[in-house]
Antibody, heavy 121, light 108 residues
Framework: QITLKESGPTLVKPTQTLTLTCTFSGFSLTTPGLGVGWIRQPPGKALEWLALIYWDDDKRYSPSLMSRLTIFKDASRSQVVLIMTNMDPVDTAAYYC?????????????WGPGSLVTVSS | EIVLTQSPGTLSLSPGERATLSCRASQSISSRYLAWYQQEPGQAPRLLLYGASSRATGIPDRFSGSGSGTDFTLTINRLEPEDFAVYYCQQYATSPATFGQGTKVEIK
């Protein structure tokens, strides 16, 4: 059974740095082709693709947020971490991690339940 | 970056009816790289279709997809109560992958 779960703070202050951890089971990020990505969704709005890391440490970022994002993995702990700097109230959103099926077809076949992050002073 | 435009924004239908949702890309993409997701209120998205028309595991056959180039369609035959939700298309042909803004299918 494949599961993913996001963890991290629910409230951050403006200008602070957000660190979110995705802990997964049922697959390994040492398996060729696989990836784990992050997607966010502001309340009542659409999904926004943020970043993705593959089994071979290939990393992809949203160009509009690239300067603020860092993604890395700890395959031995089955975790992927997303760091977002200089948080702003517009970054308030549900943050999801999801498994990317394969680098050749990186649709998201399994999702975590999401973690709501509020940015407020 | 490829922009996906979904229409209509909201679709009001009754159970048992057919829903037809559109997703238009700002540039041509291979049908191999188009997915559809369903999102129920308060839930994470769920993969419905990938490769424009291939159903994900456990997805009933009343969900079907078609299209090529810039125009793609998700069809839901005989709407069930659990199908009233928001649907998103996603292209993963280029990085960054992008999502459409969603179509809400609501009960009429």
């Amino acid at each position: 059974q494949i599961t993913l779960k996001e963890s991290g703070p629910t409230l951050v202050k403006p200008t602070q740095t957000l660190t979110l951890t995705c802990t997964f089971s049922g697959f390994s990020l040492t398996t060729p082709g696989l990836g784990v990505g992050w997607i966010r969704q502001p309340p009542g709005k659409a999904l926004e693709w943020l970043a993705l890391i593959y089994w071979d440490d290939d990393k992809r970022y949203s160009p509009s947020l690239m300067s603020r994002l860092t993604i890395f993995k700890d395959a031995s702990r089955s975790q992927v971490v997303l760091i977002m700097t200089n948080m702003d109230p517009v970054d308030t959103a549900a943050y999801y991690c999801a498994r990317a099926f394969h680098r050749n077809d990186p649709y998201f076949d399994y999702w975590g339940p999401g973690s709501l992050v509020t940015v407020s002073s | 970056e490829i922009v996906l435009t979904q229409s209509p924004g909201t679709l009001s239908l009754s159970p048992g009816e057919r829903a037809t949702l559109s997703c238009r890309a700002s540039q041509s993409i291979s049908s191999r790289y188009l997915a559809w997701y369903q999102q129920e209120p308060g839930q994470a998205p769920r993969l419905l279709l990938y490769g424009a028309s291939s159903r994900a595991t456990g997805i009933p056959d009343r969900f079907s997809g078609s299209g090529s180039g810039t125009d793609f369609t998700l069809t839901i035959n005989r709407l069930e109560p659990e199908d009233f939700a928001v649907y998103y298309c996603q292209q993963y042909a280029t990085s960054p992958a992008t999502f459409g803004q969603g179509t809400k299918v609501e009960i009429k």
